[in-house]
Every structure is written in structure tokens, then in C-alpha cells.
């Protein structure tokens, strides 16, 4: 069975502190995404990683994908108040790609 | 630019009422997604489209109906309503695998059923 599990899925931050953010999955997937949501609010693309190694970043926050681990992490540096808000990654399963599975999500607080 | 609307963003249903969701977008996507929201648990697929005409299951597809009928418009149906179907839709759009391009999300809509 396909599983994406994230952990943590709750994270206190200190703002300035920084942190990681694990996603690890169960079968093989060509991309890997990673989306942000504010409560209340929809889904927000961050990422999208396409092939082993691939390492994106914007701002504070910088993803990285191991396909051979079946790992994917999301680091957050110095993190501000504004970072708040829940991070969820997501597979396309191979190689029926059009089946997309989410993880449960990480809520990050950042507290001043 | 108005991007992926969803209609209704609010609903109240009794148990047994059915009811469509509209899911329309204005960026000539060939791939539209539905799926639901739950607390403590990221989306689930319900059902997904890759064209025109086309639909297929996604995770949880059981209680639910899709119809593509025109590429900028996914339908999610719900033909008899049960409490366990209360949840948060989201619509998503995407060019497709090929552009490697995210989905794009609509606002969600609230569906309680009482």
C-alpha cells in the first residue's frame, strides 16, 4: 500500500531557529511537490522536484529529493512569524502518474 | 485572471439530498483533480481527469460522480449524501505531467452533512 507519510506533523518554532521537515514515501514516483496552506485558505505550490538529487530554494525555505531513499526534505532557515502555516508534500504514483498522494501535512508555528 | 473557481463555497446537506460542485478554470488545463480535505489528513483523491470526455477513480472515489463534459468545467456529484462525505473539496488544475508543472487549487468549498 502507498504510503507518504511527513514528520513531524506539529512543529513550535523559535523564529531565527532552524528546522527540517521529512517526507518519505512508500513506491517509486517521478516528482515530488510540496505545497503550502494557510488556514481557512487553499493550496499554495512551493516545489517541485523531478529527479534525484534536485534541490530548489526560495527564500527561507529550500527542498531536496533522494529517490533512492524515497526522501524528501524541507528546510526552513531563520525562521519568521509569516512561515506559519501547514506544509504537505505529495507523490504521483508511477507509473499511473495522474494518481496523485498527499502526506498528512506539517503544521509549523513560528512563535517570536 | 480568475485562475480555478469552485461553486458552491458553502452547503448544507441532509443526509440523502444530492448535490453537484462546480469546478471551473480559465487556464485551458488539460488535467483537473478533485478531492477532499479532511482534519488531520492531507487531500485524498477522488477522481481526476485528463481530458475532455474522460474521467478516472482516484483513492477514495466511493459515493461520488464526475462528469468532463467541456475542458474547463470538472463536476463532482454527490447522488445521496452521508455524514461521512462532510469535508472540504478542492479543485485542482494541472497542463499535465508532461510540463511538470504543480496543480493549481481552487479556494475549497465546506460541505457539512447533517
Known amino acids: 500500500e502507498l504510503k507518504v507519510e511527513q514528520n513531524p506533523l506539529f512543529l513550535s518554532m523559535q523564529e531565527g531557529k532552524n528546522y527540517t521537515i521529512y517526507c518519505n514515501y512508500s513506491?517509486?514516483?517521478?516528482?515530488l511537490y510540496w505545497y503550502r496552506q494557510d488556514p481557512g485558505k487553499s493550496l499554495e505550490s512551493l516545489f517541485v522536484l523531478l529527479s534525484n538529487g534536485a534541490v530548489k530554494q526560495e527564500g527561507r525555505l529550500m527542498a531536496s529529493l533522494d529517490t533512492k531513499a524515497r526522501l524528501s526534505t524541507l528546510h526552513i532557515t531563520a525562521a519568521v512569524h509569516d512561515l506559519s502555516a501547514t506544509y504537505f508534500c505529495a507523490v504521483d504514483i508511477a507509473p499511473n502518474n495522474n494518481d496523485m498522494r498527499f502526506g498528512a501535512g506539517t503544521r509549523l508555528t513560528v512563535k517570536p | 485572471n480568475a485562475g480555478v473557481t469552485q461553486t458552491p463555497k458553502f452547503r448544507v446537506l441532509k443526509t440523502g439530498q444530492s448535490m453537484t460542485l462546480l469546478c471551473a478554470q480559465d487556464m485551458n488545463h488539460e488535467y483537473m483533480y478533485w478531492y477532499r480535505q479532511d482534519p488531520g489528513m492531507g487531500l485524498r483523491l477522488i477522481h481526476y481527469?485528463?481530458?475532455?470526455?474522460?474521467?478516472a477513480k482516484g483513492e477514495v472515489p466511493d459515493g461520488y460522480n464526475v462528469s468532463r463534459l467541456k475542458k474547463q468545467n470538472f463536476l463532482l456529484g454527490l447522488e445521496s449524501a452521508a455524514p461521512s462525505q462532510t469535508s472540504v473539496y478542492f479543485c485542482?488544475?494541472?497542463?499535465?505531467?508532461?510540463?511538470?508543472?504543480?496543480?493549481?487549487f481552487g479556494d475549497g468549498t465546506r460541505l457539512s452533512i447533517l
Open positions: 485542482a488544475s494541472s497542463l499535465g505531467l508532461s510540463s511538470n508543472q504543480p496543480q493549481h
Open positions: 481527469s485528463v481530458g475532455e470526455g474522460t474521467t
Open positions: 513506491t517509486t514516483s517521478d516528482r
